[in-house]
């Protein structure tokens, strides 16, 4: 099978593998798994921030970020299509007692003037804002990248208006390989960043929580009490390491693999936009009839929608499963589907 459903679905390499199986170990609740330590210290400074937390997931991380940056009752304002308002299970209210108010704006971008327009002044009937969310590469808008001048306006304006930010930056290290700005320049901009190591980086597991040195520290407290306290978890955490000290410079790879399959898609006659990064997003008519014929000839991608799917390009495909997946596509153009 040609799995294009994700970059979360890489296996991890063979030396990534022995990473983890001789890492050294301790608990890490305690705070002495040295891996773990290693891991934060090498991501903080990849960040430019003063410390970082390990945890389980980026929606552990997200929702661990969100609940520093406000208190119940609180307003977080955010993208319409952003993963935190879509696909992190109704944490916001779950977990932090939260109101989301998200924002329409083109592919992603909130820009400071849809920003200014929701914030609502002090006023005992309404929700009080306290943090606006960022998230780079955005998903839904296909991997698009934020750039850096809209990014900082944004963060500049929800300042201004007394919010502090959170980036979801799941793939932000997409966004730093494909316009060679360092992830920390979009940092700078956020008081708190998660990243994940479990997507285009290739381990099977982990995210960070970055910021300064008294959020990381409460942070710990909320991980605890969200259930994220691992005790030797340097045997997962090696794999991060592992893949942050080797894997983001490769990114372009992917990204290379993705506009080479986009292209294919194109000539084969579908709507596609040309990728920034790792994401495709096609027009296809019918997702669902279109992913079952496309499962038959071994290639699996998701649906977007009722008639768009998304491909995601990463380290387990290679240039010669992008073209058989293009093929694959292309038999299936010809087919009488719904358009
Ligand atoms: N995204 C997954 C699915 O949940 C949709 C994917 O396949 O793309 N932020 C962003 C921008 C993400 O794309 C994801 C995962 C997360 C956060 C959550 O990370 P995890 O899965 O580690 O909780």
């Known amino acids: 099978m040609i799995d294009l459903r994700s970059d979360t679905v890489t296996r991890p390499t063979e030396p990534m593998r022995r990473a983890m199986s001789e ?28 410390a970082s937390i390990y945890c389980p997931s980026g929606t ?35 977990l932090s007692g939260v109101q989301v108010r998200p924002v329409f704006g083109e592919r992603g971008v909130v820009s400071p003037e849809a920003l200014r327009a929701v914030v609502r002044p002090e006023n005992i009937h309404f929700p009080r ?39 979801d930056g799941a793939r932000l290290f997409n966004a730093a390989v494909a316009t060679g700005v360092p992830a920390r320049e979009w940092c700078e901009h956020a008081d708190t960043v ?90 296809v008519g019918n997702a669902g009839e279109f992913l079952a014929a496309l499962a038959e000839r071994g290639v699996l991608a998701t649906p977007r929608g009722e008639s768009a799917v998304r491909f995601v390009t990463h380290l387990d495909v290679d240039g010669e499963a992008i073209d058989a997946a293009v093929e694959a596509a292309a038999e299936l153009s010809a087919y009488p589907l719904e358009r």
Do not use: W
Request: aromatic share 4%.
């Open 129 to 167: 804002p306290k943090l606006l969310c960022l998230e780079n590469t955005h998903n839904v808008a296909g991997g698009r990248i934020l750039p850096l001048e809209g990014f900082a306006a944004v963060a500049a304006e929800a300042r201004t208006l007394g919010l502090k930010v959170h980036l």
């Open 23 to 50: 890492a050294p170990v301790g608990d890490d609740v305690f705070g002495d798994d040295p891996t773990v330590n290693r891991l934060e210290e090498y991501v903080s400074g990849l960040l430019g921030k003063e």
């Open 194 to 283: 998660s990243v994940c190591s479990s997507k285009g980086l290739g381990a099977p597991v982990g995210s960070l929580l970055a910021g300064d040195e008294e959020t990381i520290r409460e942070a710990r407290r909320v991980r605890k009490a969200f259930g994220g306290g691992m005790r030797q978890a340097g045997v997962i955490a090696a794999a991060s390491l592992y893949a942050f000290e080797h894997h983001v410079g490769r990114l372009a790879e992917d990204h290379e693999r993705a506009r080479r399959l986009a292209e294919g898609l194109a000539e084969a006659g579908y709507a596609v936009e040309m990728p920034e990064t790792n994401i495709v997003l096609v027009d």
């Open 60 to 94: 552990m991380t997200n929702q661990i970020g969100l609940h520093l940056g406000t208190s119940r009752g609180d307003e977080v304002i955010l993208h319409e299509d952003a993963h935190i308002f879509n696909y992190e299970a109704g944490a916001p209210a779950l």
